[in-house]
């Protein structure tokens, strides 16, 4: 169940469920299709929720627990991807095991909300450590980073956001580059959108792929306008991967905001795994990733001037270009599969559904 992620979500969807399904289990996936215009892929049973938003979440959570509770004698296990879900399943009787999926760290991100008052965040970000608290004395917990243990008294099973590697992949392209992931001004819209200014003259296109938060539609919409750029939107993952092949590096241009200091950006996995090098600001975790296998450069923070220096040095070093590439490539492959991770996800869940061997 989810009310904020998109139905097409990366981990969600086409990693944690398809695992399920490809084990052999049967998944009903709630989830808001219509407030997002898409409907529920043919191998999962789709079942509508509203869609929490800003500060409209009462209603999408409402609507959940009914789902909950008509739904509860029917399923073995229950997923919940939303801090919001937590109040939704929350004292139902009779339900069967309940899984939050930590996608997060929940108090920091709501410092990132722009539709939360900036009074209303320290006592927010307070509610939200008991919530995580007692759902851990309620409910299975799963981590998608390992980095969020310290959150918790006990120890949970990580299941971190890898990806599929493709067998093969084609070498990094000289004139586009692209960014694979939300868009917000935290992660780096602005300079996204200067980086394609600067790099006009050059000739190099600038390609962003993924749903835009209200207050960065406008500044994308005239990007597009003034012909800086191509913004394509929110694509299903297994589509906006292939957009990935053949580009001359991937961008990472997070700020640094306490969410993300220990958080690894999973789009510098899915750019190594397809085989391009990675362009990112200074996260540790991004760094250690990068600087271990070679696959990549790191920027300052927030100087587009930088980023297009590095895009540049990257088209002109042809050699350069590919070793980054192939080095990312190998290291996805060999240490990031996401098949590596799901064995361990799909045994966990059907230990605590109580499925037999």
Request: hydrophobic share 45%.
């Amino acid at each position: 169940m989810t009310v904020v992620h998109h139905p097409e979500d990366a981990r969600i969807l086409h990693r944690q469920i398809r695992a399920l399904v490809d084990a052999g289990h049967e998944v009903t996936y709630a989830a808001p299709y219509t407030a997002r215009g898409v409907m529920a892929r043919s191998w999962v049973n789709g079942v509508d929720l509203p869609r929490a938003a800003e500060r409209r979440r009462l209603s999408a959570v409402r609507a959940a627990r009914k789902v909950f509770k008509r739904m509860r004698g029917q399923v073995d296990l229950a997923v919940i991807h939303d801090p919001e879900l937590l109040l939704a399943v929350a004292g139902v009787r009779g339900r069967p095991p309940v899984v939050w999926d930590v996608h997060e760290d929940t108090p920091a991100t709501l410092s990132l909300k722009p539709w939360l008052p900036a009074f209303l965040r320290p006592p927010v970000r307070f509610l939200a450590r008991l919530l995580e608290g007692t759902a851990e004395r309620h409910l299975h917990l799963l981590l998608a980073e390992s980095a969020y243990a310290g959150r918790f008294s006990r120890a949970h099973l990580v299941v971190p956001n890898e990806t599929w590697v493709p067998d093969d992949v084609t070498p990094p392209g000289d004139d586009r580059i692209v960014y694979l992931g939300w868009l917000s001004e935290a992660r780096g819209v602005k300079e996204a959108v200067e980086v394609a200014r600067l790099l006009q003259p050059y000739r190099v296109a600038v390609e962003l792929i993924g749903y835009a938060d209200p207050q960065s539609r406008p500044v994308l919409n005239q990007a597009v306008t003034e012909g800086l750029l191509e913004w394509r939107d929110f694509m299903p993952n297994d589509e906006a991967l292939k957009r990935l092949d053949g580009a001359l590096a991937g961008l990472s241009l997070l700020r640094d905001e306490p969410n993300y200091r220990h958080s690894m950006p999973t789009k510098i996995v899915e750019y190594m795994a397809h085989g391009i090098p990675v362009i990112t600001t200074p996260s540790p975790r991004a760094v250690e990733l990068v600087e271990r296998y070679n696959s990549g450069m790191v920027v300052p923070w927030q100087d587009p001037k930088a980023v297009a220096q590095a895009v540049l040095m990257l088209r002109d070093d042809v050699a350069e270009r590919h070793a980054q590439g192939a080095r990312g490539y190998a290291a996805a492959r060999a240490n990031h599969h996401w098949p590596n991770s799901a064995r361990r996800f799909v045994a966990q869940l059907e230990a605590w559904a109580g499925v037999k061997d």
